[in-house]
């Protein structure tokens, strides 16, 4: 029997909600492959400011080094919106990224074919899409120094700086590049080399890095003309990377065309993911905390579902347990089973936990 420990963070609002479904399907996962899954749970975000007096604590940062995965929930919480707060729940997700070394976050855009009619877009426009973000997550101008506010004698000014090294450039592309290759071989970076010249030196290592990768096809786009493209032709797309500011733009962009937030899945990982190799990682949903929704039992717990499929997959190396997650997934949307955020006519409307039973029913 394999082991695995994962630490817990189920974080704000829907956070605890939704992770519950999921580590239920972990229960099922092991009962039906035979592993062994240790879960140490910690806090994150408002649940760790109201208990512990900040967003993330030394000893749920201990509990996540000691772990091969993370999982976490949700992070927000209304009651520190205030812009004079000194600490937010969001300073837990800079903080847990960058003491973890997380600098690459993966997230999927599929249009399962059940939801076409859940969006905006004509489904003839949009079906089929199937397509991975690389997004740069530990450097640029989120983390670059100086960042600054002050007052002068003509008003108030402030400045953020956008920093990006060549190493911090080739572990992201080189994770580009590895997904590529598992998929169509075909890789999009993305930036303002026009304008910026971190986004020149970016274009300029992804060139280097690419020598390697002759059987992955590259393509440089601006990122204004990315984010047209997105909307126009997202069949278009296979791998997209690109960094920190620009894929936190693009990636909320492209959700819209899943039909939902509740769909999305996602990935931050500290290394590059090969083929056979085991990548720590921590992995939650792309949807907030939605305190508005919390306890109701009407979250969609799909998104982190699928997103315990992405963690057996690159951190546990579990590729036939995280194919079954999803094909069950995909088997309870065709017999027209629906949370409220992806309802549509003639479909079957059912809660949070309801979704989450449903799917594990289908694994076993």
């Not at 797309?237 to 819209?256: C, K, R, W, Y």
């Not at 949070?352 to 076993?364: A, D, I, N």
Request: with cysteine.
């Amino acid at each position: 029997m394999a082991n695995y420990t994962i630490a817990v963070l189920p974080g704000d609002g829907i956070g605890p909600e939704v992770i519950n479904e999921a580590t239920e399907t972990l229960k099922v996962i092991s009962d039906k492959y035979g592993h062994n899954f240790t879960l140490n749970y910690g806090l994150i975000g408002g649940a760790a400011i109201e208990a512990e007096g900040s967003a993330l604590s030394d000893f749920t940062l201990g509990v996540c080094r000691s772990s091969g995965a993370v999982l976490l929930g949700a992070v927000g919480d209304p009651r520190y919106d205030r812009p004079d707060n000194d600490v937010r729940p969001e300073d837990g997700l800079l903080a847990i990224r960058k003491g973890l070394g997380l600098f690459a976050n993966i997230r999927p855009v599929k249009v399962y074919k059940e939801l076409e009619n859940n969006t905006r877009f004509k489904p003839e426009a949009i079906c089929s899409s199937d397509f991975v973000f690389v997004r740069e997550l530990t450097g640029g101008v989120y983390f670059g120094r100086p960042k600054r506010r002050w007052e002068t004698t003509r008003g108030r000014r402030a400045v953020d700086s956008m920093v990006y090294t060549e190493q911090e450039i080739s572990r992201i592309v080189k994770v580009g590049f590895e997904l590529a290759r598992q998929r169509k071989k075909h890789l999009i970076s993305v930036d303002k080399a026009n304008v910026l010249m971190s986004s020149r030196l970016w274009r300029q290592v992804t060139e280097e890095v690419g020598a390697d990768y002759p059987d992955v096809t590259l393509e440089h786009l601006l990122v204004d003309a990315c984010a047209m493209k997105l909307i126009q032709d997202p069949r278009y797309f296979d791998v997209v990377v690109t960094e920190n500011m620009f894929g936190d733009i693009l990636t909320d962009e492209a959700s819209v065309l899943a039909g939902s937030l509740g769909m999305l899945p996602s990935a931050s990982l500290a290394g590059v993911p090969q083929s056979g190799r085991n990548i720590f990682g921590l992995y939650e949903p792309v949807h907030g905390s939605a305190p508005t929704i919390a306890g109701h039992d009407i979250a969609n717990p799909i998104a982190t579902i699928l997103t315990l499929a992405m963690m057996l997959r690159y951190s546990f190396n579990l590729e036939d347990e995280a194919g079954a997650i999803e094909k069950a997934v995909q088997k309870v949307l065709s017999q027209g089973y629906r949370t409220s955020d992806i309802m549509d006519d003639g479909c079957k409307k059912v809660g949070t936990s309801k979704m989450g039973e449903l799917v594990r029913g289908r694994l076993e």
